[in-house]
């Protein structure tokens, strides 16, 4: 059993060989300038990959509707 941090179509191909969960970080998508989460979300789905969406790093409300659009599994919202 493994995971793999989705920031790229890259890894989404390694999650692909059977990753049981994909995490990914919002925040550091953004830093990074990476693709939209439902463009992730698309890959996964056109890919065919089962893995579990874990949502982490959020940082805004805007990543609150993003989880919400991938239909993430999990996702690690903090308090305030």
């Known amino acids: ?3 793999v941090t ?3 179509v890259a890894q989404g191909l390694i999650a ?3 990753a049981i969960f994909t995490s990914l970080f919002l925040g550091r998508l953004d830093n990074i300038g990476a693709p939209e989460s ?3 979300r698309d890959f996964s789905d056109n890919y065919g990959l ?3 969406i874990i949502a982490a790093s959020i940082r805004s409300l805007r990543h ?3 989880i919400a659009k991938v239909c993430a ?3 690690l919202i903090p308090g305030s």
């Open 1 to 3: 059993m493994y995971y």
């Open 6 to 8: 989705l920031f790229s």
């Open 16 to 18: 692909k060989a059977g």
């Open 38 to 40: 439902n463009q992730l």
């Open 50 to 52: 089962q893995a579990e």
């Open 64 to 66: 609150v509707e993003s």
């Open 73 to 75: 599994n999990t996702a």
